[in-house]
């Protein structure tokens, strides 16, 4: 049996202070350094389209993190976007944590088991409120609320109607002109 050394959140920082993780795309995931998968077209198009839409909608209500590190227990992961509470300027020191987020929205197509597991279940150890996976293979959002020790409460799969965060119900995001060709 392999054993792997597990990293805390300082000791991989003082590697990206090092330089040892130049030009690599990783994350801190319980504990383990995992290379992030290269980004599509469609991710990066679906990303920045939903980021531009929460910026309009949510103005000054809050900070919309596009593929920013978060900081949790044993982690660091990069979120396509983190929902974050103002001031940003509260993150000139520090990334944000679990008190800070309202919610957290990755985009899913080769992640996608990775996100609906490994992520979800961090997030909801994390006490994150609401995690959002947008679902790039089948045109879905898979949304997940209210952790309760350590586990999502709620999970609803929306594809064909809008969908309102629970911080910001007057917020609603139209699905079917998200994924619009």
């Known amino acids: 049996m392999l054993t792997l050394a597990q990293w805390t959140v300082a000791e991989y920082h003082q590697m990206i202070a090092a330089g040892l993780l130049v030009d690599r795309r990783v994350e801190l995931l ?21 980021g531009d839409r929460l910026r309009l909608l949510l103005r000054d209500r809050a900070w919309i993190s596009e593929a920013h590190p978060i900081t949790l227990d044993d982690s660091e992961p990069e979120p396509d ?3 974050v509470r103002l001031p940003r300027s509260a993150f ?66 929306v594809s064909d109607r809008p969908i309102a965060p629970l911080a910001f119900p007057d917020c609603a995001i139209d699905l079917v002109q998200l994924f619009q060709p």
Request: contains cysteine; charged residues 25%.
């Open 92 to 157: 000139r020191d520090r990334h944000p944590g679990p008190a800070d987020l309202f919610w957290v929205i990755e985009i899913a197509r080769s992640t996608l088991t990775t996100d609906l597991t490994h992520k979800r279940d961090l997030y909801a150890r994390m006490g994150i409120l609401e995690y959002w996976v947008v679902d790039l293979v089948n045109r879905r959002v898979v949304v997940f609320r209210q952790p309760e020790a350590g586990r999502y409460s709620q999970e609803e799969t």
């Open 81 to 83: 976007l983190a929902i």
């Open 30 to 50: 319980n504990g383990q350094i995992i290379e992030m998968s290269p980004e599509g077209p469609e991710h990066r198009y679906q990303c920045s389209s939903l």
